[in-house]
C-alpha cells in the first residue's frame, strides 16, 4: 500500500529526505516524474515508523521553505491512533 502526496520539485525533496534523515520516499514515474511522491506503509509497518516519516517530512519541508507547524502532523497521527488503534 502506498499514499501519493503532490509536490512541486519532488526529486529534491526525496533527496533531502535520504541524505538528512535516512528515509527513502519513492518518486513519481512517466508523467507525475519529480511531481509526487510515493509514501510506503505495506508489510511491517508500525505506527512508530510512520510517526517517525511524519516528523521528519515536517522538518524536510520547513527546511524546503514550506510553512510548517512542527509536531502538528505528528501529533493529528498520535490522536488518529489513540482513537482508532487498529486502522
Not at 3 to 16: P, Y
Amino acid at each position: 500500500t502506498l499514499t501519493a502526496v503532490k509536490l512541486e520539485n519532488a526529486d529534491a525533496f526525496r533527496k533531502l529526505m535520504r541524505e538528512e534523515f535516512h528515509i527513502a520516499l519513492g518518486g513519481g514515474l512517466g508523467k507525475v516524474k519529480n511531481k509526487i511522491l510515493r509514501l510506503g506503509h505495506m508489510g511491517y509497518t508500525d505506527a512508530a515508523d510512520m510517526l517517525k516519516m511524519f516528523a521528519a517530512m515536517e522538518l524536510a519541508l520547513k527546511k524546503s521553505g514550506y510553512e510548517v507547524e512542527l509536531g502538528a502532523g505528528v501529533a493529528g497521527a498520535q490522536k488518529q491512533w489513540l482513537e482508532n488503534p487498529n486502522c
